[in-house]
């Protein structure tokens, strides 16, 4: 039950409880109680609006960086990870398999803002034994979201 109303919350956050409780033929008081337990234990950790930030006129600069480091005795990379999520250009943090142990999504102003952030605060962090940035060209799909609105069905062309 709550995973499907996890599914319907992820698909739109502004689904009402009254909506919700339609689909999946519970009540309205169930649906709320259901979403406020699940906010409480900290699996509901925010709602947010999906942008596109290509249409609004802000010039942002968006960037992964890969990052090897030395992993730490007893913690692994929980420290240094923690370290890097803290910095407020840091937007995501994944730990990953592969070649470069952490991605790190940023955004800046501008492409210096960025080379500043690697240079100064994330390369200068003791462990970190090296960095590639790979800039944002364009945003074609994100959480599963086709960003362009381009969502023409594509049908096989039907001939006599």
């Known amino acids: 039950m709550n995973k499907r109303i996890l599914e319907i919350?992820?698909?739109d956050n502004r689904v009402s409880p009254k909506d919700i409780a339609t689909?999946?033929?519970l009540t309205e008081d169930e649906v709320i109680d259901q979403?406020?337990?699940?906010?409480?234990?900290?699996?509901?950790?925010?709602?947010?609006?999906?942008?596109?930030?290509?249409?609004?006129?802000?010039?942002l600069v968006e960037a992964m960086i890969a990052v090897q480091v030395e992993p730490?005795?007893?913690?692994g990379f929980d420290d240094i990870a923690e370290r890097i999520y803290?910095?407020?250009?840091?937007?995501?943090?994944?730990?990953?398999?592969?070649?470069?142990?952490?991605?790190?999504?940023?955004?800046g102003r501008d492409i210096r803002e960025v080379a500043h952030f690697v240079s100064t605060?994330?390369?200068t962090i003791d462990r970190v034994k090296s960095?590639?940035?790979y800039f944002v060209l364009k945003k074609y799909k994100q959480e599963g979201v086709?960003?362009?609105?381009k969502t023409k069905p594509k049908r096989m062309a039907v001939s006599p």
Do not use: C
Not at 72 to 75: A, I, M, T
Not at 100 to 106: A, Q
């Open 72 to 75: 730490e005795r007893d913690v």
């Open 146 to 149: 086709i960003l362009d609105g």
């Open 121 to 123: 605060k994330l390369a």
């Open 9 to 11: 919350l992820e698909q």
């Open 35 to 59: 979403i406020a337990q699940m906010e409480e234990q900290g699996i509901i950790v925010k709602y947010h609006a999906l942008v596109n930030w290509e249409k609004v006129d802000d010039d």
């Open 131 to 133: 960095t590639v940035t």
């Open 86 to 107: 803290n910095f407020p250009e840091v937007r995501a943090l994944y730990l990953m398999s592969g070649s470069y142990d952490l991605s790190v999504f940023v955004e």
């Open 23 to 25: 689909m999946l033929d």
